[in-house]
């Protein structure tokens, strides 16, 4: 199952939870555990939503077109300074 919730630090996962499930972080704030009772009583103590697969899908490609966006947007930004740029005068000693 899929589970959208930051890890909020410390407790966030106990080794009991490690030791009960199943738990992958997908991303920063999405989780992928095994559905059973250890599981359910976890994602209701940190309060998480549960995704379909198609909703965690969606959600990976947002955020990794944004980070490409914003990659992208940095680039675009440093060539158009390096056009800007024009070389050093020469220097005669």
């Known amino acids: 199952m ?3 919730i930051k890890n909020t630090g410390k407790g966030f996962i106990t080794s009991d939870d490690r030791s009960n ?3 992958i972080s997908l991303t920063l704030d ?3 555990v095994v559905d ?3 599981s ?3 994602v209701t103590r940190v309060n998480g939503t549960i995704l379909t697969k198609e909703m965690a899908e969606e959600y990976i490609n ?3 077109r944004n ?3 914003q990659k ?3 680039i675009k930004l440093w060539m158009k300074a390096a056009e800007n740029q024009t070389q050093p005068a020469t220097i005669t000693l």
Do not use: G, M, S, T
Request: net charge negative; aromatic share 20%; glycine share 0%.
């Open 67 to 69: 980070i490409w966006i």
């Open 40 to 42: 359910q009583a976890w």
């Open 21 to 23: 499930f199943n738990i």
């Open 72 to 74: 992208n947007d940095i």
């Open 30 to 32: 999405l989780w992928d």
């Open 2 to 4: 899929y589970v959208k």
């Open 62 to 64: 947002n955020v990794n």
């Open 36 to 38: 059973n009772a250890a």
